[in-house]
DNA sequence: TGTGGTTACACAATCGTTTGGGTAAACGGC
DNA sequence: GCCGTTTACCCAAACGATTGTGTAACCACA
């Protein structure tokens, strides 16, 4: 309220200072000086007078006469494989949260996965001189991250982690071994992993915690029963097609990365006449605000997004000031449900309600 | 590839001109004729070196210095209550992809359905000064629009419509009737809705669609029969939890107004031992990836998200540049899956099959 | 040879800030 | 009363593009 504004040609610098008959650049020092005395810029009576008339006449700064000035934007790019999975989406809401919360403002694109599509994104984020570049869509071996680091370009990831650069992750590995952990205890020896997409580190790290634990354990898990797949439910679907279709005996527990990839295959077991939670242990990854609420509770890894977002952009933000930051990987917490709540070798859940 | 840069201080027109021993603004002018002859601008010859230089030295011009001068931003601002939300967030994938296409970027941010936040951040976008609007969370007595309009601010309305303002929006009242149809058909009498926020029109027009359809072909459909709910999942375990435990008969089909609210209250349903599809019949809306995959899959109302966001930002483009625009309603589909595909009175979808 | 019309440019102002460098006036200390 | 320091400002040059207005040179044509 208040800083309504004519707004059709808005107020400038020149027209508060033209108003109190100093000169622009006062007004410029005096708006920048947070201290309550302008520092040597203006008394504290001129001051206050600049301050009252900025609001009264809803002054706002332009910021790309600002920027131009300055060479700094105040915006940051995001590029994600797509703001339609809601796990991306949450962690930019997290971004974009922190970000508000320090005066700066980000672009989204989707890059669909597409290293090319990546790539072009990232320009054009560039072209519009953004300070620094979120990144959420990682691929194994990419030559942007080398690229980007030799034109002195500001950058974190998120989501996933990239050997030598600095992102805020999930502790994927500790996701997996937890999972790992569970299923054991609760009596399974035979699983099979629905492993996501072998370019994606949140994937590669979840299978690898998860199968190094098992080992420990003294399981067995054999190649065979590793399947990569999309992220999606269709890949979930078809992952759990290839695993309930394989030779020899069904495995009595199935930890998919991925929610999504988890309902897929959910559909695939209930079309194979297995109930899951009874006939068929089945454990997904990042606790999805739907997970909790399938009509077969799903047990979950949940992971921070929310946190991750916020974390990343905080950490750009010292990127871009020139500091040195450290890679965060923040720990997951497994949510045993029903999908995985009965103990192996068809004791029903009965044996737990007593 | 070839613009690679080097990006330390970025090339200018000035550069090219004073390397061409030119002036800038032929440049300048050059670089913006569209047609192989730059119109009085230059010689074809020139034309062409300009051209040729420019890409050699991967010049990329500075959008905050020619939006300084034109007034213009090239900048969206997409205000929506959550991104997390698929629903908002697969309708902000067309807008990014068609404000991509052309020449735009898009700044987005969450206002969490409030009004406080929808207007806060709207200021926000206005101070970055974009050149318009796309708001996704309207509130049926909106102030905000009004104030916009007198504020000379281009902007359209997406997923939620407003009379008198321009909208992309699905046709919800139509949607509902696709919904009363099919249920009336497959011999459902007692029905119950679970009508989402009552300051959406989503939610008000899909609820008066299928109330209204229903009344014409002679149904019942008393105002404790319809419950008013959130959103998401929880919402809808609540109003399912609400309709199980209401006094009388249970309703023999359920309309939730959304996919979210329809999957809590397949939780809810199971928790009381209603095998959804055969006990009760559910019906969703907007026909989220999820639906087709779930465990029982959900019968749903496709509405063309992607497209209502693509048509969005093409109308606010138009609307900036002063065009008058006619609001869009796009048609929706419905999708008979399992959970309503049986006919009520119990016969189950064996007789389907047959 | 002069006139009128192009062509191919150059010039300079402008958009709204920021910021390094003044400079008068007031002030304080001795 | 002199000198040094602070205070409170002003001035002007950027930043990189866009664009209205010149203006030489050239051409065609009578």
Known sequence: MGARGQSRTPVTLKDLASELGIHPSTVSRVLHS???????AASSATAQK???????????????AASLRTRRTRALGVIVPRLSDIVLATMYEGIEEAAAENNYSTFVMNSHDSTDEQRRKAEIMLARRVDG????????????????????????LINRRHPGFPSA????????????????????????????????STALDRTAGFRQRWRDLGGELPDSSV????????????????????????PTAVFAVNDFAAIGAMGTFRAHGLTVGQDIALVGFNDTSLAAQLPIPLSSVRSPMFQIGRQAMLMLQRVINGEQVESVRMTPELFVRESSAASAHGESQRSLAS
């Open 50 to 64: 600049v301050r009252d008339l900025a609001v009264e006449r809803g002054y706002s700064p332009d910021p790309q």
């Open 133 to 156: 570049l979120i990144l959420g869509d990682v691929h194994a071996g990419s030559d942007l991250l080398p690229d980007l680091r030799a034109r002195h370009i500001p950058f974190v």
């Open 169 to 200: 992750t999930c502790d994927d590995v500790v996701g997996g071994e937890l999972v790992a952990d569970h299923l054991w205890q609760t009596g399974h020896r035979s699983v099979s992993l629905i492993a996501g997409e072998p370019y994606a």
């Open 34 to 40: 947070t201290s309550d005395v302008a520092r040597g």
């Open 227 to 250: 399947i990569w797949s999309r992220f999606d439910t269709e890949g979930g679907r078809e992952a759990a097609e290839t695993i309930v279709t394989q030779p020899g005996p069904a």
